[in-house]
């Protein structure tokens, strides 16, 4: 959401860049695993800081860090975890996401993370976001 989908660089002194907005010590340490979990990949995605603005490595890493939160929401007994879990833990951290029990659908995002109007507004959403 933060950059429309655009391949941009950091702004407004933070340091999320790409499509994916990872900050440089997220997506190092997601790239890494990622080609570690499947080393067939290393031929097509590049492992190192310098790689994180192209799309196609960053969705890769991006992908990766999903997937293991969407695996740290399970270890924690939530099985069926809505949209709006997962990508809380994806934008403001692990302890944002779970949570003690699914967040009903008509949860935003504010009610999950808890989160200050201005925090959220600096990652591009409103109070109100919902889950899609």
């Known amino acids: 959401m933060e950059s429309n989908c655009q391949n941009v660089g950091a702004s407004g002194g933070g340091s999320a860049s790409g499509a994916f907005q990872m900050i440089n010590s997220t997506y190092t340490a997601d790239i890494n695993a990622a080609v570690a979990y499947d080393p067939r990949n ?12 192209d799309p196609t490595t960053e969705a890769y890493a991006a992908a ?10 399970e270890n924690q007994g939530i099985s069926d975890q809505p949209v709006l879990q997962t990508r809380a833990m994806y934008q403001f951290g692990a302890g944002a996401g779970p949570g003690s029990h699914p967040p009903p659908d008509s949860a935003h995002i ?10 959220l507004a600096a990652n591009g959403l409103t109070t109100s976001s919902h889950s899609w």
């Open 110 to 119: 504010a009610q999950l993370t808890g989160l200050s109007a201005a925090s």
């Open 42 to 53: 290393f031929r097509k995605y590049r492992v190192g800081s310098c790689w994180q603005m």
């Open 64 to 73: 990766y860090e999903l997937r293991t939160d969407g695996l740290a929401l």
